[in-house]
């Protein structure tokens, strides 16, 4: 499995996504000023990876000796919108300070194993369906490995044939340059299209199942996640083709009531306005957001690590519940 993050004495080293697949290069972070700056930057970036990075980031914080409250503040505020990065610093917080290395390892480790359980259960639900559609990127680079909706994906194949369509996720490419890599190195049969493709191949009759990701999922089953979801939900609604949430409990966000208290990241207009320095408009006002939120009613099935859940949510302890 590919590894993103690179923890040890000496600090953390994180895989610059905003360069893959073109560039291999790593970011030098030591201390939570630098990690808080990677995540805002998006040399990390996915929910769950961010709140391990987060976790890493507390304990460099404390080996060179910042305000540990800072820390935690500069940290919750590089990403609004996945609620994983609030429950990876919290875990920290809750922990006493000698077994925070201990700590940050567990919640990336343990990141790992969930997205495992969540591949099987996922697979379950799609049941042979062969032909994915996916958007963004969820799968190793986004998590401490695995992936969640990639790694369902992944588990999927390993079971019998299995093609992914790859959103390629305007503007920021996550599809194209991140998922497509991720297939590739792993030998899955998978398609690149533009985003706008979806609804055509979905008239087609050649998408058995949508399966996508979350940055918080409301107490209500609404899902924020990477803009481009809710119109993908929306056009598998009108085709009836299921859409199904890799959800690790760790995104759940049980305080938030429904969809419309979930703050939704506005990012820079460059994005928009072309890329890697190429660029093709100018002098235009752009709007950015980042993510989207889903009604529940358009969802499926969210895959947890302790299976697939339907709304209401079951009353079990989650993710977000310190050790
Ligand atoms: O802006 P990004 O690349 O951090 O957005 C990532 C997503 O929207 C993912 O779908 C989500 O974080 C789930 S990753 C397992």
């Known amino acids: ?88 610093v919290e875990r920290m917080l809750a922990t006493p300070t000698e077994q925070w290395e201990t700590e940050a390892r567990a919640i990336h480790d343990d990141d790992i194993a969930i997205n495992k359980r969540m591949g099987e259960f996922g697979a379950d639900a799609l049941n042979g369906a062969t032909n994915l559609y996916h958007h963004c990127n969820t799968g190793t680079l986004a998590t401490g490995g695995w992936g969640t909706a990639l790694g369902i994906a992944r588990s999927a194949a390993l079971r019998g044939p ?34 706008s493709v979806a609804g055509s191949l979905m008239a087609r ?38 859409v199904y949430v890799g959800m690790p409990t760790s995104t759940l966000d049980r305080e938030c009531p429904t969809g419309a208290e979930i703050p939704i990241e506005e990012r820079d207009a460059s994005e928009v306005l072309g890329h890697k320095g190429v660029v093709w408009a100018a002098n235009v006002p752009v709007h950015n957001p980042a993510f989207d939120v889903t009604p529940a009613d358009l969802i499926t099935g969210w895959v947890t690590e302790h299976g697939v859940w339907q709304v209401p949510f079951p009353e079990m302890a989650t993710g977000n519940a310190p050790r």
């Open 205 to 242: 009759g050649v998408v058995d199942a949508v399966i996508v990701g979350c940055d918080r999922v409301a107490a209500n089953g609404d899902v924020a996640n990477k803009i481009g979801t809710l119109q993908l939900a929306i056009l598998a609604k009108h085709y009836g083709i299921p």
């Open 162 to 195: 299995t093609h992914v369509w790859v959103g390629e996720t305007r503007p920021y490419l996550q599809g194209a340059r991140l998922t497509a890599y991720e297939l590739l190195e792993d030998g899955i049969d998978c398609t690149l299209v533009a985003d």
């Open 1 to 88: 499995m590919l590894e993103h993050i690179r923890f040890d004495a000496q600090g953390l080293s994180l895989l610059d996504q905003r360069v893959l697949p073109t560039v291999v290069e790593w970011v030098d972070c030591t201390n939570a000023t630098d990690t808080a700056n990677a995540i805002r930057d998006m040399v990390v970036r996915g929910a769950p990876a961010i709140g391990i990075t987060a976790a890493y980031g507390m304990v460099l914080a404390l080996r060179s000796g910042e305000d540990l409250q800072r820390a935690a503040q500069i940290l919750l505020e590089s990403r609004p919108t996945a609620v994983n990065l609030r429950w990876g």
